[in-house]
């Protein structure tokens, strides 16, 4: 006959699950600076490549380089259409400038005024594309040199 685990038991388990469950969780989440580092390093690589590579590469799931943790690479052009998108390959093509978040945020408009300034961050709520809930991101957008438009990637918070 099985002996019954006592509570301290149980509760040891359940803490030890808990704390393995969330720094797997943390180590699937991506932060502001990885954020900037992969928009850096899509810039470079729309210098290397050309943008028509680049963007391909950006929006190719399989591709390590530009999908770590939840963060990924989304490209426009400077009139609002979608080049290149690392987590939903139906936007590209489209032309999202009227695209709103939730809150009314014209979200491609204000990304293209922040990379039009140099660079900068841009806060909303977007839809994670993990778990498909309404969460507030920030991106940063960086202009590109080579090409009429620009490329993000965001943080979820």
């Known amino acids: 006959m099985m002996k019954p685990y006592s509570l301290v038991q149980c509760l040891v388990g359940a803490t030890m699950a ?3 469950q969330s720094s797997a969780l943390a180590q699937e989440i991506g932060n502001r600076d990885e954020a900037k ?9 729309v210098k290397k490549v050309g943008p028509d590579q680049a963007f391909k590469d950006f929006s190719d799931k399989a591709n390590v380089t530009w999908h770590k943790k939840d963060l990924y690479v989304m490209a426009y ?15 590209i093509g489209k032309n999202l400038m009227e695209l709103k978040d939730p809150n009314g945020k014209f979200l491609i408009k204000e990304l293209l005024a922040a990379a039009g300034k140099g660079g900068g961050w841009v806060e909303y709520e977007w839809a994670h594309p993990q778990s498909k809930k309404l969460e507030s991101k920030i991106t940063y957008a960086q202009k590109l040199g080579n090409f009429d438009g620009w490329v993000g990637v965001g943080v979820y918070r």
């Open 18 to 20: 808990f704390s393995f």
């Open 37 to 45: 580092a992969m928009v850096d390093a899509a810039v470079d690589h």
């Open 77 to 91: 052009r400077n009139d609002g259409t979608c080049v290149g998108h690392g987590a939903n390959e139906r936007l």
